[in-house]
Each structure stands twice: as structure tokens, then as C-alpha cells.
């Protein structure tokens, strides 16, 4: 279990060797990788900055994987999140969930996103090419799929 | 610096819009002995005076963190010692 806040890029293939290295009792990984568009609600996007809470991130991601292994039977699991200034095209966060099986390693990474994206203290501002620069509203499909998470959990 | 009676010094930290409305990254105070919920510092915010108080007319918007924790609006202040505000996250 790891996660890593890093202005710099990450390479897919070189995390993934070195989060199951260690354990042949993985039967399957599941990875997102969530990206720079090159538009934004129509517009054409220049770059995009991202900032966060230096202490409160690592915080809260950490508690967003403990969190995971108390739903899914994990084996690995890693979140890499950048910083800074991005490009469209450039990678923005990496989640690679390991598991015995599919069915966990797949929900965990969806699971992990979710609450990501509706806990973890990270804010996108947006220049596009014509000059204008704005901060992104959160959206309300990402709190009702972190919403719905929660629910699951209070049925069981 | 003489504290008196009053509480122990906490930091403020801003975050995004937050951080440019206020033109503040981060403070340090003691906050007035009736400000004790997150509820009574947002609305404590907005009588600072500007630019505070355009920063902090729709407090709905805004999100605070106690400790590096979310905290909800009647969370105590008793104790704790960085406070963050900030708008709803956009990551990932």
C-alpha cells in the first residue's frame, strides 16, 4: 500500500513491476490512469495546474486505501497523483489495485477513484488557449459515485 | 506576545480560489473565544472585512479541514491547531 504525491511523470509498467515484485499470490491487477484533455467544456484547453495541501493529501489518500482494504481483498495497491503544471496529454493520477482476484482488484480501483476524487485535497485550474484561466467545479456525479460507495457499505 | 486570557494561536491555511480571494496562503492567530465550530470561524470570516468578506459571502462553497481532516460544520475548534479552507476538491 503506497501513495505519492510527485510533479514529475510516472511510468505505468515500471510501478506495476515494483508493486508485485514481492507476492506471486496476485491473480489480477487493475490500473487507471486519468489524463489531461486537450478541452474543457468546449474549449480548448492550454495546460492545467494542479495544487494540493502538502500533509492533508498524503493524509487523506492514506485513509482512502485503508478504507479499500477494509472493503476488498487487496494485495498491493498504489495511488500516484502529479502537481503542477500539466499539459493536455500529460498522465494525472495512476491507481493500480492487486488482488487474488478480478472482482476485487476491479472494484478497488473504481473505489479508490471515487473517493478520490471527492476526498483527496486536490484542486484543477484550467488555461485555455484564448487566454481565460478558471478553477473546475466539482461535480455532482463524482459525489454521488463516492455516495453510493457509502451506501454499500451502511446495507452490509 | 502576551496571550492573556486568550485561546493558543492556530495557523489558517487557503486553498485555489480561496487562497486568491483572500490573497492569504497562510495566517497565524488566535481566534475570538466565541468562534468555537467551524460554523461560527465561517461566519467569523466574513466580518474580517476586506477582503475576507467576499471570500467567504457563500460559505456553502467552501470546505474546511481540521487537523488535515474534513471536518462538518458544527466540528469543535477546541484543541485544534491548523484549520484549512478550502473549495469542493477536484482532483484526479
Known amino acids: 500500500m503506497a501513495v505519492r504525491v510527485d510533479t514529475s511523470d510516472f511510468d505505468v509498467s515500471e510501478e506495476m513491476a515494483r508493486l508485485t515484485a514481492q507476492d506471486t499470490g496476485i491473480g489480477g491487477i487493475a490500473i487507471f490512469v486519468g489524463k489531461v484533455r486537450d478541452h474543457a467544456s468546449g474549449q480548448d484547453l492550454a495546460s492545467m495546474t494542479l495544487e494540493h495541501y502538502p500533509g492533508m493529501t498524503e493524509a487523506e489518500l492514506e485513509r482512502i486505501e485503508t478504507e479499500a482494504r477494509k472493503r476488498f ?3 498491493a495497491s498504489l495511488i500516484v497523483h502529479r502537481v503542477g503544471t500539466l499539459k493536455p496529454g500529460d498522465n494525472i493520477v495512476l491507481v493500480i489495485a492487486c488482488a487474488p482476484h478480478r472482482q476485487d482488484a476491479i ?3 473504481e473505489f479508490l477513484m471515487d473517493y478520490l476524487k471527492t476526498r483527496a485535497p486536490f484542486w484543477k485550474k484550467e488555461a485555455l488557449t484564448n487566454g ?3 478553477w473546475v467545479d466539482a461535480r455532482e456525479s463524482d459525489a454521488g459515485a463516492a455516495a453510493a460507495w457509502h451506501h454499500k457499505q451502511t446495507e452490509r | 506576545m502576551t496571550k492573556d486570557a486568550k485561546g493558543p494561536e492556530v495557523t489558517l491555511r487557503y486553498f485555489a ?3 486568491e480571494k483572500t490573497g492569504t496562503s497562510e495566517e497565524r492567530m488566535v ?3 466565541e468562534v468555537t465550530t ?3 470561524l465561517l461566519r467569523w470570516q466574513a466580518t474580517r472585512g476586506h477582503p475576507f468578506d467576499i471570500a467567504f459571502t457563500k460559505t456553502e ?3 474546511v479541514a481540521l487537523d ?3 471536518a462538518k460544520s458544527g466540528a469543535p475548534l477546541a484543541g485544534v491547531r491548523e484549520i484549512a479552507f478550502f473549495p469542493p476538491v477536484t482532483g484526479g
Do not use: C, F, G, M
Open chain 1, 73 to 75: 481483498k487487496l494485495s
Open chain 1, 107 to 109: 472494484a478497488a480501483s
Open chain 1, 132 to 134: 481565460e484561466a478558471h
Open chain 2, 17 to 19: 480560489w480561496l487562497r
Open chain 2, 31 to 33: 481566534l475570538p473565544p
Open chain 2, 38 to 40: 467551524v460554523s461560527d
Open chain 2, 61 to 63: 462553497t467552501i470546505r
Open chain 2, 68 to 70: 488535515h481532516a474534513h
